[in-house]
T-cell receptor, first 117, second 110 residues
Framework: GAVVSQHPSRVICKSGTSVKIECRSL??????MFWYRQFPKQSLMLMAT?????????EQGVEKDKFLINHASLTLSTLTVTSAHPEDSSFYIC?????????????FGPGTRLTVL | GQQLNQSPQSMFIQEGEDVSMNCTSS?????WLWYKQDPGEGPVLLIA?????ELTSNGRLTAQFGITRKDSFLNISASIPSDVGIYFC??????????FGAGTQVVVTP
């Protein structure tokens, strides 16, 4: 199967600090990775899409200076929440696709629970 | 933007009963996907549908891609306690982006 991991699984930080979340494809090379956020009892909302070696494409309403995405290799993408505030507390989930955007299934990571105090 | 309506929002059923849920969209999707999410976990793909009219089964799960490409349903037959969770439909557009429904919470009582 296609396994995607995230680290950390949970993180608690103080308001104003930055937090980095890693997303790794463990047994395949991911051309494209996606970042979602999910508030309690709500659905997943796409934040941004990133291709290896390219700048991420952000969805409308998502601040790219606040949510920094780096997709430096075919197996690793990172999301950095800069100057985090309590309203950034959420469940962040990444997914990865093997091939081009429109031809393959996304495999989801287990998620990272961020709590900003 | 595209709107995905998923219903019902929640279902409370007895073990052994069948479960049905559906999603409708205001726009066409190229692919319909059904996921299950357990608390504190990421979604796990259950069934993927790639062609209008396609009917696909995966064990006790059956899903169909509507002819109009704007809807899909998921059936779970003979529910068991481990079917508990939140089920999401998702439509994939031509850019490969997924749009998720609001989810259907399934609770199975013995």
């Amino acid at each position: 199967g296609a396994v995607v991991s995230q680290h950390p699984s949970r993180v608690i930080c103080k308001s104003g600090t930055s937090v980095k979340i890693e997303c790794r494809s463990l047994d395949f090379q991911a051309t494209t990775m996606f970042w979602y956020r999910q508030f309690p009892k709500q659905s997943l909302m796409l934040m941004a899409t990133s291709n290896e070696g390219s700048k991420a494409t952000y969805e409308q309403g998502v601040e790219k200076d606040k949510f920094l995405i780096n997709h430096a290799s075919l197996t690793l993408s990172t999301l950095t929440v800069t100057s985090a505030h309590p309203e950034d507390s959420s469940f962040y989930i990444c997914s990865a696709s093997r091939l081009a955007w429109d031809t393959d299934t996304q495999y989801f990571g287990p998620g990272t629970r961020l709590t900003v105090l | 933007g595209q709107q995905l309506n998923q219903s019902p929002q929640s279902m409370f059923i007895q073990e052994g009963e069948d479960v049905s849920m559906n999603c409708t969209s205001s726009s066409i999707f190229n692919t319909w996907l059904w996921y299950k999410q357990d608390p504190g976990e990421g979604p796990v793909l259950l069934i993927a549908l790639y062609k209008a009219g396609e009917l696909t089964s995966n064990g006790r799960l059956t899903a169909q891609f509507g002819i109009t490409r704007k809807d899909s349903f998921l059936n779970i037959s003979a529910s068991i306690p481990s079917d508990v969770g939140i089920y999401f439909c998702a439509g994939r557009d031509s850019w490969g982006k997924l749009q998720f429904g609001a989810g259907t919470q399934v609770v199975v009582t013995p």
